[in-house]
């Protein structure tokens, strides 16, 4: 069955420094990952998304991530946290599969450190 | 539409009322998702349609619940009895095949006193 998990319920970073938030998947078979955001009152934002090819992917306000096979990861980075990255980070797995659902990880909770 | 649209946006109810959640996805999505979020908590799968296939329920927490959805269109979620534990916000997503990238509605949030 998949299953995502985040090991990290809640990260206190300073503001300036650099920022990896852990996710680790299982799936069956080639996996679509992706990384939501949900700041405080709002929904949810797609911040990136792999689905194949190059296992380094660029996504907005800064973010990337990388999928790592071997290790079922898909950590979320950012060289450089500013103030407003402050929210809950979502890491998700789907796949290809017409029965395939999106399952959702429970998510870390990101506070920044004047 | 421009976005997934879900009603009513906020919803207070007494215990063992039934409440009914409504959820219009984009146009040409074939694929939705309903999510329960307790407050603080992650998002908990319920139910997945795709096309006109079986949907999957596997993530429904009682038999209280239910989901329709006609055909690509219009999806509801029916809670019956409902109990304060029912209280969340309850998010629908759509796609436009399974596993691609969903897009949220704003919620409706519930509230059982």
């Known amino acids: 069955a998949q299953s995502v998990t985040q090991p990290d319920i809640h990260i206190t970073v300073s503001e300036g420094a650099s920022l990896e938030l852990r996710c680790n998947y299982s799936y069956g078979a080639t996996p679509y990952l992706f990384w939501y955001v949900q700041s405080p009152g709002q929904g949810l934002q797609l911040l990136l998304k792999y689905f194949s090819g190059d296992t380094l992917v660029q996504g907005i306000k800064g973010f990337e991530a990388e999928f790592k096979r071997s290790q079922s990861s898909f950590n979320l980075r950012k060289p450089s946290v500013h103030w407003s990255d402050a929210a809950e980070y979502f890491c998700?797995?789907?796949?290809?599969?017409?029965?395939?659902?999106?399952?959702f990880g429970s998510g870390t909770r990101l506070s920044i450190r004047p | 539409g421009a976005g997934v649209s879900q009603s009513p946006s906020n919803k207070v109810t007494e215990k063992g009322k039934d409440v009914e959640l409504r959820c219009d996805p984009i146009s040409g999505h074939t694929a939705l998702y309903w999510y329960r979020q307790r407050l603080g908590q992650g998002l908990e799968f319920l139910i997945y349609f795709q096309g006109n296939s079986a949907p999957d329920k596997s993530g429904l927490p009682s038999d209280r619940f239910s989901a329709e959805r006609t055909g690509e269109s219009v999806s509801t979620l029916t809670i019956q009895r409902t109990q304060q534990e029912d209280s969340a916000v309850y998010l629908c997503?759509?796609?436009?095949?399974?596993?691609?990238?969903?897009?949220f509605g704003e919620g409706s949030w519930l509230t059982v006193v």
């Open positions: 998700a797995v789907g796949g290809p599969e017409s029965a395939s659902k999106i399952i």
């Open positions: 997503a759509s796609s436009q095949r399974s596993g691609n990238t969903i897009y």
